[in-house]
């Protein structure tokens, strides 16, 4: 017996009658008609009233349901917690966010006054608050007085000692002594 490759495909085989003539076999007239005629298979299902109703109603599982309702509350209070979390951890950010700008004010208020700070300790604005302010002025050759040393500079230089430990020992015995 050959096998048709195509005949998975060929969906005309699943028909009662053929699509086209030219395919169709021919009939012989000696053959019955009775024996070429298939009975027509009747693919419906008569249910009664009472089973389409019961086949309408669905039966609710207690059980289920209270499962059901449970997972859906654990659910519901685990994206709770996950959105609480998001709102703290927003509102953090935003109070990082403030201090690290007071920060940068503060550090520029900061640089301004040191600036302000060392223009005002010039040797040129110590002079000038001297002379205004305090009446000060230069000293004269007149209010100046000049000392002078008897004996003059002197340097001395101390000279190491070549210590061993025998000399050791009897410099600790006389600081005892003493």
Known sequence: MALNKTAAYDLNLFDEEPAYSSAAPKRR???PA???AKKKKSNVVKFSEEDKFKSRKR???PVKLILGGLCGAVVTVIIGFIIVGQVQLTELNQQI???QATLEDTKSIYTQNQMKLEASLSTAEIEKHATEVLGMTKA???QKEFISLEGGDKAEVSAQKE???FTQFIESIKNLWS
Request: aromatic share 0%; charged share 40%.
């Open 29 to 31: 007239e000696d053959e």
């Open 34 to 36: 009775k024996k070429t």
């Open 59 to 61: 039966k609710h599982n």
């Open 97 to 99: 966010i403030t201090a």
């Open 140 to 142: 004269s050759n007149a």
């Open 163 to 165: 210590e061993n430990l």
